[in-house]
C-alpha cells in the first residue's frame, strides 16, 4: 500500500509563487506516474500535470498551467508542484495522485491512491 502526503499550500496574491510537496512512502514500487490534480468549489476535479515516477523524465501539464507549473522529482520518493506566475483561477485544493499505469493520464479513474489535498488560495 501506498501513502502520500502532501504539504505547501497557502496563501498567495496573484503573481505569486507556491511550491507543494508531496512525499510517498511505503510499496512505492508499485507507482509507475504521479499526477496532481486540483478540485475548485463546484467545480470537478481537473488534471493539472504528471510525471514518470522511475525516470522523473517528460513531464505532462494541462494548459491551462503550460509554462506556469513544474511538476519534478527527486530521489527522496517526493514529487513537487513548482507553481508561477499565479492566477485567482488557479485557488483549489490540490491533490497529488499515484498511479500504476505507465502513460501519464489525465482522468482521476486511472489514479488509486490519493494524498489529503493541500488548500492553494490566490487573492487578486
Known amino acids: 500500500q501506498v501513502q502520500l502526503v502532501e504539504s505547501g499550500g497557502g496563501l498567495v496574491q496573484a503573481g505569486g509563487s507556491l511550491r507543494l510537496s508531496c512525499a510517498a512512502s511505503g510499496r512505492t514500487f508499485n507507482i509507475y506516474t504521479m499526477g496532481w490534480f486540483r478540485q475548485a468549489p463546484g467545480k470537478e476535479r481537473e488534471f493539472v500535470g504528471g510525471i514518470n515516477w522511475s525516470s522523473g523524465r517528460t513531464p505532462s501539464y494541462a494548459d491551462s498551467v503550460k509554462g506556469r507549473f513544474t511538476i519534478s522529482r527527486d530521489n527522496a520518493k517526493t514529487v513537487y508542484l513548482q507553481m508561477n506566475s499565479l492566477k485567482p483561477e488557479d485557488t483549489a485544493v490540490y491533490y497529488c495522485?499515484?498511479?500504476?499505469?505507465?502513460?501519464?493520464?489525465?482522468?482521476?479513474?486511472?489514479?488509486?491512491?490519493w494524498g489529503q489535498g493541500t488548500q492553494v488560495t490566490v487573492s487578486s
Open positions: 495522485a499515484a498511479s500504476p499505469n505507465w502513460l501519464i493520464r489525465s482522468n482521476s479513474g486511472d489514479y488509486d491512491t
